[in-house]
């Protein structure tokens, strides 16, 4: 029996078989995405004892779940029936910040925040930045290959990862990548695992790349009436040239639900605020900035200005982290997580507001939206069955809008269980065939969090 031969071969506390602990392992936040009961959950502390706990399951052909924080939102993380959980939760070690080679080496739970204020004790800066940075892990982050407030202008997790060690599905402990600044020996096994979220291989150490410390960014708030007025106002930026270090959007809906929840004492008079922010240095940043309000008033601000006040442009940019949450006492909310062209992002607003109203749906919207990725909000009541349906249908139809408009059915999210027919749609079957061919040589026994990604 496979708890039995986990106990046998692995210290006594790494197993967890009570029903009320194994409960908070269940599923990440990704709105009525299935799960069910795993057989235990495992929280290694090395990745010897990942590798022992793989070579177990390929033996009794016990699929295994690998599980960060359990932020995801799309159901990457949940398990399946008689599973073995993988949490990464005790392994939170930062091995080392090397400030000459401007890397760190880390294990797979150290959350995204204290990697990023242990570099900046040292004038480092780790750029990729989800909204749950203050919760997520590094593990988790490159499973999905997450992005954030700042990847506008400097890229998404899979930038930064130059190197890890992983257990694959064969049980064999191997190290991918290089510690160097540049190297092209072999395929790139790295970037095939950054995003794979954990049907591939399951990471047990990290090495990523770091960047000197940025200057101090100047803020710069746009109000707008409408959604697709603030689609304009994304593309004007884009065509002036301008790469934003953040370029966020926030409905009324959403800023007034943190301002409830968190007392902040947020007052915005518009349906639909604009945050851009510049970190360029000296007089060409203080044009940059002049740049973006001027675009926010072509396309229609009602009101436009740049913050003077840090401590109301803080606030504001982190009422937009708080936005998801915030959302979620009013009921339950089934994010969407698309990516369209620059171009194409006025026109997909539209979309989502016609799609609200063909399904009788409450929307919210929150995107980073200087790179196109949008993420609604569909709101439903609990308990409420048929609301529950109009919601998954027009999450389905954005999806459609967004791929018919050039797009991707996700930017940083990943596909996990929601997506999977999405990306059915999105990829020529020739390339899913390759996923799968993939997939079966890298994991022969087919126990990696299989049933997620691809059918």
């Known amino acids: 029996m496979l708890v039995a031969d986990l106990r046998a071969n692995l210290p006594a506390d790494r197993l967890v078989v009570d029903p009320a602990v194994i409960e908070r392992y269940l599923h990440d936040e990704a709105e009525w995405a299935p799960f069910e009961s795993p057989l235990a959950v495992l929280r290694p502390r090395t990745a010897e004892e990942v590798q022992v ?73 780790y750029p990729p930045d989800p909204a749950s940075s203050p919760w997520s892990t590094i593990g988790g982050n490159v499973a999905t290959n997450a992005g954030g407030v700042c990847c506008v202008k400097y890229g998404v997790t899979g ?189 997909m607003l539209a979309r989502i507001e016609q799609v609200a109203a063909l399904r009788d749906t409450t929307i919210a919207n929150i995107a980073h939206a200087g790179d196109g990725n949008l993420h609604p909000l569909l709101i439903a009541p609990r308990e409420d069955d048929a609301a529950r349906a109009r919601a998954q249908a027009a999450f389905s139809d954005i999806i459609d809008a967004a791929l018919e408009l050039g797009g991707t059915v996700t930017g940083e999210h990943g596909v996990g269980l929601l997506k999977m027919a999405g990306l059915a749609k999105e990829l020529q079957p020739a390339v899913l065939d390759m996923h799968q061919s993939i997939k079966r040589g890298l994991d022969p026994y087919g126990i990696l969090n299989p049933g997620k990604v691809v059918y």
């Open 159 to 347: 930038d930064y990862v130059l190197g890890m060690q992983v257990v694959t599905g064969g049980g064999e402990l191997v190290r991918l990548g290089r510690r160097t600044r540049k190297g092209v020996a072999g395929y790139d096994l790295t970037g095939l695992m950054v995003g794979s979220e954990g049907t591939l291989g399951l990471i047990t150490e990290i090495t990523v790349r770091l960047r000197p410390r940025r200057e101090p960014e100047r803020t710069i708030a746009g109000y707008f009436d409408t959604l697709v007025d603030a689609g304009r106002a994304v593309a004007a930026v884009a065509s002036r040239g301008i790469t934003p270090s953040a370029l966020e959007l926030v409905d009324r809906q959403c800023l007034l639900a943190v301002d409830a929840w968190k007392n902040m004492g947020l007052s915005v008079d518009a349906n639909v605020v604009l945050l851009g922010r510049v970190d360029t240095a000296g007089s060409v940043g203080d044009d940059e900035a002049r740049a973006v309000r001027a675009a926010f008033d072509e396309a229609g601000a009602t009101w436009s200005a740049q913050s003077t006040d840090q401590a109301e442009s803080d606030a504001l940019f982190a009422a937009r982290r708080l936005a998801y949450p915030a959302m979620e006492r009013l009921g339950p909310v089934l994010t969407e997580d698309i990516c369209v062209p620059i171009r194409a992002v006025p026109d």
């Open 53 to 125: 706990a793989v070579q177990l399951c390929a033996r009794y052909g016990t699929p295994i779940v690998p599980r960060g924080a359990g932020t995801g939102l799309s159901g990457g993380a949940n398990s399946s029936r008689d599973c073995l959980v993988v949490a990464f939760d005790a392994m939170t070690a930062i091995k080392e910040i090397d400030p000459l080679e401007r890397l760190a080496v880390v294990e797979p739970g150290v959350v995204n925040d204290d990697l990023r204020r242990a570099c900046a004790d040292l004038g480092l800066w």
